[in-house]
């Protein structure tokens, strides 16, 4: 019974005693070399998950993500060479040192608990063995918090050096076997440095993922503040072009030797360069801060009607012919005077894609089968070619010489927000065509929670 007991206190580290039944030599070498590579894999199974825990940096991630290797590296020890592989040491360090005083807390006290749920130990022993590891771990947070990667994994290999050295000969020290160093300890002590060496290769492996991470943010952040310059510097180009017409207007209004004919023209060209760039700051406030939406259901038939006796003066006066064709009645379910900012948005570019006129089309149909309404705006202008429709939708990006690109990517945005899509059709000197598929209206969408 003694030799039973002075077994299970030499492995109380691993767990209870039933680790080790006596099996066949073959058995044997499979039973070790299998739970061998699971612990190997549970160590680096952090890795995986590692990505999505540092991008939240909540400390309750980082110590379920370390917990679950320390729990099971402690349910399946592994004896190699009559000594311990003892794995557990690297989650418990590694957790405590990437979570915080918080996360080594709860690891440390997680490890306590479960000792001695396996049983076959004395948990004051084993609470007291780990304290001197506990309190190195938290005065190293800091230090490790601002070091490179080879001091941590330095420091990484110090403590799990540490926690080896520690545990088992402070326990065997109150237990009464204080003879436990020389007599188990320096014979192990390449394995200790093996599980060391493991515990090195996790944390490179987790800093490689979390620079990967830094560097995928530093370069999303940077392509938000291009888009903003770019979106500033073109919405400063095209306010400055009407503010400087209206400027020279202006002063001309102020010749006391100008005729009424010609006040009258200047300002109506006043006025027009005024509403462009109020136009343009529109686009760019719809964009920047999207309104509080009205949604309704929207009656097609009605909505086109109404666009297009909004577009006839215009296109007329571009010697546009203009077409409608309505097959069937629809209803869809979105904000009735953005849909229709959408609408006027993408004709009016069409309109301007005929400069020597054309014939402007726009027609929709419902598709019963797959509860669709498909809008289709066409125009017989200069087309695009594949580059240019790739890009089309960039919020600095503009086929036209005088153009911001913002109102097409608004007109993007607000589709996406209906829950449709765009597709574009286009081949250079044939025109271009629009097709917007946006979902039929049910009662289901009225009430669907967030409209």
Do not use: W
Request: charged content about 20%; overall charge positive; glycine content about 6%.
């Amino acid at each position: 019974m003694r030799k039973n007991l002075q077994f299970n206190e030499k492995e109380f580290i691993l767990g209870p005693e039933n680790a080790y039944l006596p099996q066949s030599k073959g058995l044997q070498g499979m039973h070790i070399e299998s739970n061998l590579i699971l612990n190997v894999f549970i160590i680096l199974l952090p890795i995986m998950f590692y990505r999505f825990v540092c991008k939240s940096k909540k400390t309750v991630l980082y110590f379920l993500l370390f917990l679950v290797p320390l729990i099971i590296t402690m349910s399946f020890p592994v004896k190699v060479f009559n000594t311990v592989l003892d794995l557990r040491g690297i989650p418990l360090v590694a957790g405590s040192l990437y979570g915080g005083l918080y996360s080594a807390l709860l690891l440390f006290a997680s490890a306590i608990i479960y000792r001695q749920v396996l049983g076959d130990i004395h948990i004051v022993y084993y609470a007291l063995s780990l304290a001197p590891t506990l309190v190195l771990v938290c005065l190293a947070i800091p230090v490790f918090n601002r070091a490179s990667l080879l001091k941590r994994m330095l420091i990484v290999f110090g403590l799990c050096f540490f926690l080896r050295i520690t545990v088992l000969n402070i326990y065997y020290l109150l237990n009464g076997s204080p003879s436990y160093f020389l007599d188990s300890f320096v014979p192990s002590l390449p394995i200790v440095l093996m599980q060391c060496a493991m515990s090195v290769l996790l944390v490179y492996i987790l800093e490689t993922v979390r620079r990967d991470v830094k560097i995928q943010e530093g370069m999303i952040e940077a392509e938000k503040l291009k888009v903003v310059s770019e979106i500033a510097a073109s919405v400063a180009h095209e306010v400055r072009n009407p503010l400087t017409t209206v400027r020279g207007f202006v002063q001309l209004l102020g010749e006391p030797s100008l005729t009424d004919q010609k006040r009258k023209e200047f300002s109506l060209i006043t006025l027009v360069e005024l509403d462009r760039a109020g136009s343009i700051i529109s686009d760019y406030l719809s964009l920047a801060k999207p309104q509080n939406q009205k949604l309704e259901p929207i009656s097609l038939n009605e909505e086109f009607l109404e666009t297009s006796h909004v577009l006839s003066s215009y296109a007329n006066l571009q010697n546009v012919k203009m077409v409608t064709e309505f097959h069937s009645s629809g209803i869809i379910y979105g904000d009735k005077s953005k849909l229709r900012q959408a609408i006027i948005n993408l004709c009016k570019n069409a309109v301007e894609a005929m400069p020597d006129g054309g014939t402007l089309t726009i027609k929709y149909f419902v598709d019963e089968s797959d509860n669709k309404a498909r809008i289709y705006i066409s125009d017989t202008g200069v087309g695009m070619t594949k580059e240019q429709v790739k890009r089309l939708g960039s919020p600095y990006y503009s086929t036209k010489l005088k153009g911001t690109g913002l109102g097409t990517m608004v007109t993007f945005n607000i589709i996406r927000e209906m829950n449709g899509q765009i597709s574009i059709e286009s081949k250079e000197g044939e025109g271009t065509t629009f097709i917007i598929t946006l979902p039929l209206y049910t009662k289901k969408e009225e009430a669907a929670p967030g409209k």
